[in-house]
């Protein structure tokens, strides 16, 4: 089977992603895509739902909705302890479709599920990914999945239109850049640094590599996370990644000001996203 590597390089079967008909309208527009990630169910289910409503109808082209998990390991104390009070206020994994179906039945956006492996193991993967496209998802995002393990994932993303995105890093070698960027499909996520995320006062210079590591890999469009927190850092990594993932300081926005201060952010990050002429 070959459509691993299609839908990557944006042939084949592409025109099916949501993620990837998100970042090519943004290219079009001359932008790059701004990502806003959410924990659902902080501070509760319709609060996520309503923030995530603010951050597409603010600047937002996708949305990552990660699921609380007790044990995570890329996680950085801002977001550990909203998803630790998410659990704590009685979150549970099925709830995560209906934050999906609620941002997709209001935007146009394209609305990611962010989850380590174990929770969809436990619900079962066949029928994550039937409700997660029932509930209109683009897809999943997995940082503790590789494509070596990744078979049953394959298959029932395969037979629900589903986004398979993987991650890549500075210390990710050409042989596995390769298998990651073949087996993804909508988008890469490149890690730009080695370690939790955060908000951070700079751009990690490792990020410009992984891009162009990526790239050479043969992935048509990578978007690069962690550490971003401003229209400036928006605008720096814009200028070489198809998009820019923000987390940390949209919780923290969240956390401080409510669903308006997430806005407010919003708009001012999605300043930074237009290309130079």
């Not at 994932?153 to 239109?161: L, N, P, T, V």
Request: contains cysteine; hydrophobic residues 45%; aromatic residues 6%.
């Amino acid at each position: 089977m070959s459509t691993a590597v299609d839908n990557t390089s944006g042939a084949g079967t592409a025109a099916l992603s949501k993620s990837a008909a998100a970042i090519d309208r943004a290219a079009a527009d001359g932008r790059s895509a701004l990502i806003g990630y959410l924990p659902a169910g902080y501070p509760g289910v319709q609060e996520t739902i309503d923030a995530g409503i603010a951050l597409a109808r603010n600047g937002a082209d996708l949305i990552e909705i990660g699921i609380p998990y007790s044990d995570p390991v890329m996680d950085g104390h801002v977001i550990q302890a909203a998803t630790t009070e998410a659990l704590a206020s009685g979150f549970r994994v099925s709830q995560v479709f209906d934050v999906v179906a609620g941002i997709t039945a209001a935007t146009d956006a394209a609305v990611l599920v962010m989850t380590y492996w174990n929770p969809v193991v436990r619900l079962g993967v066949e029928e994550f990914s039937r409700r997660l496209a029932e509930a209109g998802g683009a897809g999943l995002i997995t940082p503790d999945l590789i494509p070596d393990e990744a078979s049953e994932w394959m298959a029932a993303s395969d037979k629900y239109g589903l986004d398979r995105v993987f991650l890549v890093a500075p210390s990710s070698t050409p042989e596995r850049m390769k298998s990651t960027v073949a087996a993804s499909r909508g988008f890469v996520y490149a890690v730009s640094i080695m370690g939790v995320t955060g908000a951070r006062t700079s751009v990690s210079t490792a990020a410009r590599d992984v891009v162009s590591a990526a790239r050479a890999a043969g992935a048509e469009r990578v978007c690069v996370g962690l550490g971003v927190s401003n229209s400036g850092h928006v605008r720096e990594i814009g200028a070489y990644a198809d998009g820019v993932i923000v987390g940390t300081a949209l919780v923290a926005a969240l956390r401080d000001g409510g669903v308006p201060a997430v806005a407010d952010l919003a708009r001012e990050l999605s300043t930074g996203t237009r290309k130079n002429s």
